[in-house]
């Protein structure tokens, strides 16, 4: 075996391998990579919001130029639809085709197939579908009738409503955070063609073997009939499972016997690929004097649809957060003719944050005592809930080291005391936490005779820099450099792995290269240093060294830092710093690893000011839906973003990695919102902080004080 002197290669700021073929356009997307033969799918959506199909008419569009085929209930192959995959049912949206029912708006109702996409995208607006439209009810609101508790959703310790009673300090505040969108940059594509008896899918994806097995199962083929690649990904974020566009072009590319590719529409993105469901929070804190919580208290309420529960898990985020005597969460879903929601960046702890941490500075305003001093006073030392030990819980220092940075000790209490002409000008802080798993997943690492590395394990990098994180890790268990090191990701023939999900994507897979490399490592030392021709392989599951990790709280940690100014006269809310200092476990690349949390964070910021999705009532379709008529943050609204760590090693954890991907969006907006109360003295419990709901708060204030 050839070694080059070992250079640090974990823990070194490290651009991405891939970098330069993105910024070069050499880096070829789901719908960039060229095909023979290639077919183009335009899915038709429904117009209504429930009710029945009554007739597709599709001869008039068959005649058009260039169409090739029309797929709706009425035609198409009959699929499965008790297929249960590796992360539980598909989407039902996936199920397109299979009878005239329409559940939503924006319902895929049929597909025309085309030479060219812009022969499909006319002949699917001409395409006329009439309906019997039935009424509907996209409405959410704290009060809505139907709400129940799913499975699993209720955490009780004690008796709250007795420690309410005994608290000398009581907060009960309603928090709401909107419907939110992901809208990756990529939009979702997929191209697949049938090769030799196999189905081949190009796919954009957070996890080829995921959506391979799906796909197989809905179509009753054999898992290895499957073939899915997702070799560079623009953004996923949750939304890049298996959906509608992949089956509706597995239906099209077996009628037609050629390539099909489907690439959805910024609308479609919209309609048909998931979101955040609305919340509707409600949390109760009672405290002794010195800050001492009696009770915790946390409702969270969500949407979902009639075809299918999703949880948005909100309550969760107290579970793990501070001690208390009593302790009582619960998620509520109510039902809506609206589609699915699903996972979006930090999906239960993005909202739950928002809630709890803006209850949590309210709860130190009546308290007169320090935001950060209440967290202290709160702090666990085992789970407060499952009495678990923590792997490590750094919370603290990272409240040391932000208010160092931030220069928290010079802050006046005091709110709207700050104004520099029209602005009020004030700082906020806030916890966040997000969980720290790790997934079973296959790799395998190959000797090569030319002294070289080649790595294979179906992660994705969605562009969060897991491909480069892989290699350094894969150099540093083969005691290698990364120069050396070739890894090849997202093909589902390179075996079962997690998703890029749940911030474990690359503490699953790392952990899995890493078994697989020192394995290697070994048997290279055994039998000296002759390569076959083959090259030698190691393959290795973890399946078995997971399940070994000792039971305790895994999680990550943090602490945001805001200062706003506040417009008084427009309501503009702008946010001028913005700091997080996080326990994260162990950095495999600062340069992406912060790129990350700044993502997270700049996210945060988003949904504190800007986000939130809008159904007009009547048609129960979203109004505006695309990057006009949603409004998210853009760059002039984000000033420079610190993100920074402290050490946060757990030694009996192999991998020591915790997971950037999600934990920047968790408790940024409640620092913010914090932040515009400590500005202007007004709190505001609803997202996104509009411009007319500052002006509101402002003219009630006036009103008060007249
Ligand atoms: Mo994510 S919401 O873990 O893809």
């Excluded at 790129?595 to 964070?601: A, H, N, P």
């Excluded at 979203?622 to 760590?645: C, K, L, R, S, T």
């Excluded at 991907?661 to 109360?677: F, P």
Aim: aromatic share 6%; proline share 5%.
């Amino acid at each position: 075996m050839t070694t080059t002197a070992k250079p640090d290669a974990v823990g070194v700021a490290r651009t991405r391998i891939e970098g330069r073929d993105k910024v070069t356009g050499a880096a070829r997307y789901a719908s960039e990579i060229p095909f023979t033969e290639l077919a183009h799918g335009w899915l038709v959506l429904s117009t209504i919001a429930r009710g029945r199909i009554r007739a597709i008419d599709d001869a008039a569009v068959r005649a058009l130029p260039g169409v090739l085929t029309v797929l709706h209930h009425g035609n198409a192959p009959r699929i499965k639809d008790d297929v249960i995959g590796a992360l539980g049912r598909p989407d039902p949206i996936v199920e397109v085709f299979q009878h005239d029912r329409v559940p939503h708006a924006g319902w895929p109702v049929a597909l025309v197939v085309a030479g060219t996409s812009e022969q499909a995208r006319e002949a699917a607006e001409a395409l006329v579908v009439t309906y019997d439209e039935e009424p509907h009810d996209v409405s959410f609101d704290a009060d809505k009738e139907g709400a129940y508790v799913p499975q699993d959703a209720e955490t009780v310790k004690g008796d709250v409503e007795a420690e309410l009673a005994a608290s000398t300090v009581v907060l009960d505040a309603a928090y709401t955070t909107p419907e939110q969108h992901h809208s990756a940059m990529e939009p979702h594509a997929v191209t697949v063609r049938w090769d030799g008896g196999r189905l081949e899918v190009f796919d954009s994806n957070q996890g080829s073997k995921w959506v391979a097995d799906d796909l197989a199962n809905l179509f009753s083929l054999d898992l290895s009939a499957v073939r899915v690649r997702s070799e560079h990904v623009g953004g996923a974020f949750g939304s890049k499972g298996l959906r509608s566009h992949h089956v509706a072009a597995v239906m099209a590319a077996t009628e037609l016997q050629r390539p099909v590719r489907i690439a959805l529409t910024r609308r479609q993105v919209f309609a048909i690929t998931g979101y955040r469901s609305p919340t509707a929070q409600r949390v109760r804190l009672g405290a002794d004097a010195d800050g001492r919580l009696r009770a915790f208290a946390h409702e969270n309420r969500s949407m979902t649809s009639t075809l299918r529960e999703f949880v948005e898990g909100s309550a969760g985020f107290g579970r793990t957060m501070y001690d208390s005597v009593a302790h009582h969460s619960v998620d509520r879903v109510v039902p809506a003719d609206v589609g699915t929601p699903t996972w979006m960046r930090a999906p239960g702890e993005a909202p739950g944050s928002f809630a709890v941490e803006s209850a949590m500075d309210e709860l130190a305003e009546k308290l007169g005592m320090d935001p950060i001093a209440l967290r202290v006073r709160n702090e666990p030392t085992a789970g407060p809930i499952s009495g678990l030990p923590f792997s490590s819980r750094n919370l603290l220092a990272c409240f040391e080291e932000g208010a160092r940075r931030f220069g928290w000790a010079d802050r006046d209490p005091r709110p709207r005391v700050r104004r520099e002409g029209n602005r009020l000008i004030g700082t906020g802080v806030a916890a966040c936490t997000f969980p720290s798993g790790a997934a079973p997943s296959t790799a395998s690492v190959t000797a090569e005779p030319d002294g070289t590395f080649t790595v294979r394990i179906t992660a994705a990098d969605v562009g969060t820099g897991a491909r480069t994180a892989l290699t350094v890790l894969a150099a540093d268990a083969l005691d290698t450099a990364p120069e050396r090191v070739h890894v090849r990701i997202a093909d589902s023939d390179f075996g079962a792995a997690w998703v890029a999900g749940g911030s474990m994507g690359t503490r699953s897979w790392g952990w899995a290269v890493m078994a697989a490399a020192r394995d290697l490592r070994e048997q290279l030392t055994l039998r000296g240093t002759e390569i076959p021709a083959a090259g030698v392989t190691v393959t290795t599951n973890t399946a078995e060294l997971i399940a070994q990790l000792a039971q305790k709280e895994r999680y990550a940690f943090g602490a945001q830092f805001a200062e706003v100014a506040v417009d008084v006269t427009t309501g503009e809310v702008r946010v001028t710093r913005l700091l997080g200092v996080f326990a994260a476990g162990r950095i495999v690349n600062p340069l992406t690893a912060r790129s990350q949390l700044v993502g997270g964070m700049t996210w945060g910021l988003s949904m504190a000011l800007h986000e939130e999705a809008v159904r007009d009532e009547t048609f129960g379709s979203h109004v505006g839906a695309d990057f006009a008529g949603y409004h998210f943050a853009a760059n002039a609204d984000v000033p420079v973003i610190e993100a920074d760590w402290v050490p946060d090693e757990d030694p009996d954890d192999p991998v020591g990695i915790k997971g950037v991907g999600e934990i920047g969006i968790v408790g940024t907006a409640a620092a913010i919102a914090n932040a515009v109360w400590h500005a202007t003295g007004s709190r505001q419990r609803h997202l996104p902080i509009r411009p007319d709901r500052v002006l509101l708060a402002e003219a009630d204030r006036a009103g008060h004080d007249a």
